[in-house]
């Protein structure tokens, strides 16, 4: 195939490279003037926070040493060459494991019907003024800023200890972090439809019910089983500070030094994040009409 060569002339082509190497040269100014930045930025903020490579360098064999420990039986050997030893206490940890489940659960699905109910509000789109809408983000911010660990130690200060305060943190974190994406949805749905039937003379309830619902509900329950996956492993958490779940019987073995326990836990705690980040993949993907491979 013939192939159609232009030759500029020889000044032209010159004043074309020189451009170009001028363009070349002010990029790689910029690239190395942002690295120079970013590294400076860096290193600033980790003298600020105290971060220290010596002392990381020095204990780091404390760290590797526990992981060592945790896999260990108390009799020597290697936790996976007994695992009736291991799993031990597996009916009772499957049972603390269904209560951080069920925690997870209520808690995700309160706080996504407040955020459902609120979200509306807060879209710059949909809300019905400046000043409802300033109020509602406010205290969605306030939700989601402080915590999900704060709130499950207040209540359990108020309620005592059990899975009630770790079912109200969720719920009042989950509120929080859903309003905002449940909002940020709305922002970017199509207002026409809003706009057609407002004309007829409905009311703002039926505008959300009927032009923007649809557009929207299928984000809203992706969102809301990300959410799920997000606070099983929340919940584990909030049982260091009695919260109820499994986190109790992990930090109970930690303090008590019980390190094949520690593994078994947080083996059960794995495999199971696992299965629902699995399956809630396989949800999302079917209410999307398409199938979500794994």
Known sequence: MATAISILPAQQLATLNDAYRKAVARKRLKVT???????????????????????????????????????????????????????????????????TLLISYVGTLTGAVFAFALNFFAAQNTSPGPWVRFTVRRLLEFARTVPGIVFALIFVIAFGLGPMAGVLAIAIHTTGALGKLFAEIVENADMKPVEGIRSTGASWLSCMRFAILPQVSAGYASYALLRFEINVREASVMGFVGAGGIGQELVVAIRKFYYSDVSAILVTIIVTVFIIDISTGWLRGRLFGKETRR
């Open 33 to 99: 003037v942002a690295a120079a930045v970013f590294c400076a930025a860096l290193f600033i903020a980790a003298l600020g926070a105290d971060v220290n490579l010596h002392t990381f360098f020095t204990y780091f064999g404390n760290f590797v040493s526990y992981f060592d420990r945790i896999l260990t039986l108390d009799s020597g050997a290697r936790v996976w060459t007994d695992p009736v030893e291991w799993f031990w206490g597996l009916k009772k940890w499957l049972r603390l494991l269904g209560e």
